[in-house]
Nanobody
């Protein structure tokens, strides 16, 4: 069982930056693909970014490409999401998830952290 705890959310003005962190309890963290998802009020949860176990392969939603960067530190069992040039439409609860397989089956989810971008 992998436990995931997100942190780093908050309130920021449009154009600002935030860095989210997700700490995993599992010592085999490095084998998992890690993803970030978000859910805005009244909307379905959507994919944001994904990073494979080695950190060398990443994927992004078109809406965040060029503004967000996902990274991981396997020695610290932590995945990050650097968010720059934030827009009000980025406002959502952000979740990290861990999974295996191709396509990735995300089995473990964090509790979420709120990101609010004011205009």
């Amino acid at each position: 069982q992998v436990q995931l705890v997100e942190s780093g959310g908050g309130l920021v003005q449009a154009g600002g930056s935030l860095r989210l962190s997700c700490a995993a309890s599992e010592r085999t963290f490095s084998i998992y693909t890690m993803g970030w998802f978000r859910q805005a009020p009244g909307k379905e949860r959507e994919f944001v970014a994904e990073i494979r176990w080695s950190g060398g392969i990443t994927y992004y939603a078109d809406s965040v490409k060029g503004r967000f960067t996902i990274s991981r530190d396997n020695a610290k069992n932590t995945v990050y999401l650097q968010m720059n040039s934030l827009k009000p439409e980025d406002t959502a609860v952000y979740y990290c998830a861990a999974g295996l397989g191709r396509p990735v089956n995300y089995q473990y989810w964090g509790q979420g952290t709120q990101v609010t971008v004011s205009s």
